[in-house]
């Protein structure tokens, strides 16, 4: 599947419509994707702002599409263009592809990545969950399509972290 799949779904569905109708200068400022590799419980979900109203709500698009209001918004969202067209598998290759350059031998369990705009470029973020308890931070620049981050951490690094926090 790809990014504009979920978009052209998202906004041919009777609640988005009603959304933008109420709406009109609400914009797309966020998305989170989850592509779980064992047991298939992808998810979607698009983050829209309403600059006038200081509001923002998310659509989850699993079975049916769901309206859910974002409680908290720490500062105010940048748009982030609706006109990639990326596919999750062109992504997920250039994941495992650098993966394998950086001689990670670990596999690749679960990949969580969130669309957004920072310095007036759009990014995914990615946290990628791999075998034996590591995780694989990664930015991926879209305007590239290229990794431009990468950190493994393994679950012994990140409570080495907490841990020095909190002493």
Do not use: W
Not at 88 to 93: A, G, N, P, W, Y
Not at 104 to 127: E, T, W
């Amino acid at each position: 599947m790809n990014l504009q799949f979920y978009l052209e779904k998202l906004q041919s569905s009777d609640i988005f419509k009603e959304f933008i109708k109420e709406n009109p200068t609400a914009f797309l400022c966020s998305g989170f994707f989850v592509i779980d590799k064992e047991i298939n419980n992808n998810q979607t979900h698009f983050d829209f702002y309403i600059p006038e109203k200081n509001q923002m709500f998310s659509f989850k698009m699993e079975e049916k599409i769901e309206k859910i209001p974002v409680e908290i918004i720490v500062e105010t969202p940048e748009k982030i263009q609706e006109d990639f067209d990326f596919s999750f598998d062109e992504i997920e290759k250039i994941i495992v592809k650098k993966i394998i350059d950086e001689k990670v031998s670990n596999k690749v369990q679960r990949i969580l990545l969130s669309l957004q705009r920072k310095n007036n470029q759009d990014f995914l973020i990615g946290s990628i969950f791999v075998s034996a308890m590591a995780m694989i931070k990664v930015e991926i620049d879209l305007a590239e399509m290229k990794i431009i981050s990468f950190e493994k951490k393994s679950f012994f690094d990140m409570i080495k972290i907490v841990k020095n926090r909190d002493g």
